[in-house]
């Protein structure tokens, strides 16, 4: 990296650390919406190669509508994107109400949870009254068990609205990617319970117009399943004062329960994803030289590892190295990274996500080979350019 490039990266985790506040690109969509600020979308279109279709004895289904050559194929296995909701059961949890619990073991990119929301609630509505009515309304169009499982979910606002918004308020989950600005209900999906370093990620799918869940992680039997409830995984202070504000309650897990030293380093590292993230944000925007971009992103994957972070943020990552390798013509390397991309949104978001059917299609339009013969370490130093 030269000197302006290493110069420009300290500015940026500095000004970080030191309270600058710019927008992070490295946002979670997963949380409750309470109706406040919009979650991050997206510009991104494709072409499916899916139909949602009535299937015979089977109701609707995805149905392609193109032959898939069997080089397109994937090799994960079909076990991991079924939905089957034996794999959890929703039962008390000590100081959280109720919640998902593992019924059996979860393995890492298991999708065990998809769901329809029960109804939707618009977005940009600022008037409490007439945000009342809205709900108000859709909570009568429900069935008498629609309405009792409504009524049991947890409202964190008391009698500050009518129990109907409350409950709406608080569990209200971004439909990020539908075709319209709104979020939705859900009678499962919505009990699940926050951790800062969660093991489970939801996401809107469009395609099957449902709210999947996969596993981040493998998730053991009697094992809470949670999701994060935050903007962004920030420092713990950050991350306390938000859930307060927001969700009203002190978060107790297992990253912000670390002793204060391991604490400290943890915070450490996660203030230097994000300083990498608007580092990279700005030179896809302003353009940089490869060798410092990919150099820097490999400095953030090799913080991942020390985090054990395994979510979003990775697959975006990958997404990244992708953009750069392309702005300067390197197929091989856009290749990889393209590919790379593909099988970490498949963990997170299944193979029938548009964000990942996209990414495949991008992987296969590109044939270059990177050069062979390398050992493995060898092989890493020549795609993130630490050795020419």
């Known amino acids: 990296m030269d000197g302006k490039l290493a110069e420009w990266f300290a500015e940026l985790i500095n000004g970080f650390q030191h309270g600058e506040q710019k927008q992070a690109r490295l946002v979670n969509d997963s949380g409750p919406l309470m109706f406040d600020g919009g979650p991050r979308t997206t510009s991104d279109t494709t072409d499916s190669m899916y139909d949602l279709k009535d299937v015979p004895r089977k109701g609707k289904g ?107 308020r608080t569990n209200v989950l971004p439909l990020v990617g539908s075709d319209d600005a709104s979020g939705g209900l859900f009678l499962d999906a919505s009990r699940i319970n926050h951790s800062c370093r969660h093991n489970a990620h939801n996401t809107w799918n469009e395609n099957i117009g449902e709210l999947t869940v996969h596993a981040l992680r493998d998730i053991d039997p009697g094992q809470g399943i949670t999701i994060s409830y935050l903007p962004s995984t920030s ?56 060798v410092a971009a990919l150099n820097i992103l490999r400095m953030m994957f090799d913080l991942f590892e020390e985090e054990d ?61 990177p050069p062979e013969g390398l050992d493995k370490a060898k092989f890493e130093n020549w795609l993130w350019m630490v050795e020419f």
């Not at 090799?75 to 939905?83: A, G, R």
């Not at 912000?256 to 925007?285: W, Y």
């Open 62 to 168: 995805l149905v392609a509508t193109r032959s898939i050559p069997q080089e397109e194929a994937t090799n994960v296995s079909n076990d991991l994107i079924q939905p089957a909701k034996s794999l959890y059961t929703v039962r008390s949890i000590a100081g959280k109400g109720k919640g998902l619990v593992a019924a059996e073991r979860i393995v890492k990119g298991t999708r065990l949870l998809s769901e329809a929301p029960i109804f939707r609630v618009p977005r940009g509505i600022s008037n409490i009254k007439t945000l009342e009515g809205v709900v108000e309304n859709e909570v009568q169009r429900l069935t008498t068990g629609q309405k009792a499982a409504f009524f049991d979910l947890t409202n964190i606002y008391g009698d500050d609205h009518s129990e109907s918004l409350g409950i709406a």
């Open 235 to 290: 420092e713990f202070a950050e991350r306390q004062r938000h859930l307060k504000e927001k969700f009203k309650f002190k978060c107790k897990c297992e990253l912000c329960s670390l002793p204060v030293v391991k604490r400290e380093l943890s915070d450490k590292r996660l203030t230097n994803i994000q300083g990498i993230d608007r580092f990279i944000g700005a030179a896809l925007l302003d353009g940089v030289d490869p």
């Open 309 to 369: 972070i395994w979510d979003g943020r990775v697959a975006r990552a990958y997404k990244d190295a992708f953009d750069i390798a392309m702005e300067n013509d390197d197929a091989p390397r856009a290749r990889i990274f393209a590919t790379r991309a593909y099988e970490a949104w498949c963990l997170i978001e299944g193979e029938d996500s548009i964000t990942t059917i996209k990414m495949k299609r991008a992987a296969d339009q590109l044939s270059a080979q």
